[in-house]
């Protein structure tokens, strides 16, 4: 093989790549001997020259290696750059970088988002340009701050932003890390939900302020108002006392002047004396009668008129209006006539006195305003959709007339049609406001209608509900109708059991006229020990409910249940007419309840009617009982005492009457000041007590004004009222005017 000489490198490489040759072998050799060489890369050997190309490709594939590394960690530098721009820029809370006089440099889209603009609109401007006057100088301060060196701030700001409302935001601060110029970090988070909370936590702060002040104001009237009530209801009192007072006052005097006229009248008058005498006692009556309508007046404003639930025939009543009534009309030529269905059989739950006096004066104002024709009385029965059926009631007259414009008022206290009229004919113009009150308290309504110079007709509606026909209490004949034998009880013991001694004497000597021996019991203790150890002597029984130590229900059960006396007719005695009272008589395992004031007829029909079969009763025999007319007409005439149902009750008995007169008269004078007495020392019980025996008194002697208003103060007592002290004044001052009046018949 041929020799060639070794090549000159200088003479193949361009100046460029030799220049590079050079360079790397004087760095190899410098690297290897640790020396620069002396000769140049053209004195290298093609030996020393391959190897170092070899460690040159080495080196090379290092950097290659080393390349590649740096644009991994590039891209992942790149990669986690992109994701911190994601985050700043998605962020939910803005994110702002700001220069230290407050220039935006940097936004994200939050930020953009609230302040309402573009990101590229916000760059290079301030950022106090969207916060309120009144915040700025905060602002200010606190970015000076951070440049002093505090790491974190914190200020509540409010920024104003154009076309919408103003907000409020948390900013926090943090200065960044000083490259060539200090920036600061800024975060603003949305706290307007929480200001308006705290607005509203703040108003409601001030609104509980406000409340506890209307409730010490609140309180202040309440207490005002109590005192003005008080002083009110003590008005009252002393208006009520008054007016009790009044009416004793003056009907003292007039009782006297109606005395002497009827006096008068009985003697030898001539033409002219006999017409002064009627007008002396038609002056007498219509005074009267306009006390009354006060004293009326009085208690319905004052809220004491109470209204009785009791059975009673609406056809009596209507006869005693028909009778009285058409009397007055026939004086003026007029004529009453009566247009009334056939009403269903029986007795009806109401307040008959009641509905009597708005018959009566209804009626009575149709005759004082008619001059011809004459009056009707219509009386129709209604079905209601829902409630019970009602009775239409329609007073209708050929008066007058009423004008429009009067008629809408005509029920107010002291108006009248015409104030000449007035003047001609009398009256008060309180009868129809009465009436008003009284139907309405009654579950009723009224009304009028009418056309001047044609006639009025005056209406009203009542729930009158008609007494049912129970399980317990089989249909009795009316006792009007029932034909009662001197001796029709002949042959009975019956055990009468009440705790008033009055009641005791009524009932006793009743039963006597018809035959009957009475054994007396105070209380149902004593009753159950008398049927405990003669159970087989007595045909009946006649329970009062109300009794102390034992009341009647609870004798009644008793003597079914452990005496089993089941086929014992026991009659209940009692005061109450609610339904449910009587209900819970006939539940206890009572025959049928009876009302006080208790008469003959009644207690005879009741107790023929559940006489046990197989009784050994002597029949009745033939000779009857004096008709009541006759012993009203021999019966004494005594203001405040109906003679007519006390001789009713009482069969015409004149010496009983005396009897029970003088002890309602020792037992009435101090019984006010007892009930006093009860009612100061918490005793409400027997205050009650006092004046359910009372009632019950009263009823049978026919006093009924007593009867109602102490019937309505035991109601009131046992509601727990407090203010009864008008209305005991009033009892107190009926009591005194009985026992005044009667003093004659007690000495006689």
Known sequence: MSQHPPPNFQDILSPDGFYVLRRAAEALYEQRRGHRPKNTAADLSIHDLESLIEELRLHQIELELQNESLRATRNLLEQSLQRYEDLYQEAPVALLTLSEDGTIREANQSAATLLDEPRSALIGRRLGLWISEDRRPAFNTLLADVLSGECRRRLELRLVIQHRPACWVLAETTLVKPTVAREIRLALTDISERKALEERLRLGEALWDSEERLCTLNAELEARGAVRIAEVNAANAAKSHLLAHMSHEIRTPLNVITGLAELLEQGELNAQQQHQVRRIQEAGESLLGILDDILDLSRIEAGKLGIARQPFELHKLL??????????????????????????????????????????????????????????????????????????????????????????????????????????????????????????????????????????????????????????????????????????????????????????????????????????????????????????????????????????????????????????????????????????????????????????????????????????????????????????????????????????????????????????????????????????????????????????????????????????????????????????????????????????????
Request: charged content about 20%; aromatic content about 4%.
């Open 319 to 748: 006869a005693r209006i028909e009778s009285f009534q058409g009397r007055c009309a026939r004086t003026k030529g007029l004529s009453l006539d009566l247009d009334i269905p056939p009403l269903p059989a029986g007795a009806f739950l109401g307040d008959p006195l009641r509905l009597e006096q708005v018959l009566n004066n209804l009626i009575g104002n149709a005759i004082k305003f008619t001059n011809t024709g004459g009056i009707t009385l219509r009386i129709q029965v209604r079905e209601a959709e829902t409630d019970a059926p009602y009775l239409h009631f329609e007073v209708e007259d050929t008066g007058i007339g009423i004008e429009p414009q009067i008629l809408e008022d005509l029920f107010q206290p002291f108006v009248q049609a015409d104030a000449n009229l007035t003047r001609n004919r009398g009256g008060t113009g309180l009868g129809l406001a009465i009436s008003k009150h009284l139907v309405e308290l009654m579950g009723g309504k009224i009304g009028a209608v009418s056309q001047p110079g044609r006639g009025s007709t005056f209406w009203f509606d009542l729930p009158l509900e008609h007494m049912e026909r129970r399980r317990h209490n089989r249909t009795l004949p009316p006792p009007s109708t029932v034909k009662i034998a001197a001796s029709a009880l002949s042959g009975w013991h019956v055990l009468v059991v009440d705790d008033s001694p009055m009641n005791q004497e009524v009932i006793e000597q009743t039963l006597g006229l018809a035959g009957a021996a009475v054994t007396l019991a105070d209380d149902g203790v004593q009753a159950l020990q008398r049927l405990r150890s003669d159970p087989g002597v007595y045909q009946a029984v006649l329970m009062d409910v109300q009794m102390p130590v034992m009341d009647g229900l609870t004798a009644t059960r008793r003597i079914r249940e452990e005496l089993g006396l089941h086929d014992l007719p026991i009659i209940g005695l009692s005061a109450g007419v609610l339904l449910h009272e009587r209900q819970a008589a006939l539940d206890a395992g009572m025959n049928a309840v009876l009302n006080k004031p208790i008469r003959l007829k009644q207690i005879i029909a009741t107790l023929l009617h559940w006489s046990t079969a197989g009784t050994d009763v002597t029949p009745p025999a033939t000779g009857s009982i004096a008709p009541t007319d006759a012993w009203t007409e021999t019966f004494p005439v005594i203001p405040g005492i109906d003679r007519q149902q006390a001789a009713e009750i009482l069969c015409g008995n004149q010496t009983m009457f005396r009897n029970l007169l003088g002890l309602l008269a020792v037992d009435g004078r101090n019984l006010v000041g007892r009930v006093h007495q009860d009612l100061a020392r918490g005793q409400r019980q027997e205050a009650a007590a006092r004046l359910h025996n009372l009632k019950s008194h009263a009823g049978s002697l026919g006093a009924l004004a007593i009867q109602d208003l102490a019937k309505r103060l035991e109601e009131a007592i046992d509601r727990g009222e407090k203010d009864l002290d008008a209305d005991l004044d009033g009892l107190n001052q009926q009591l005194r005017d009985l026992i005044e009046a009667s003093a004659h018949w007690l000495k006689s």
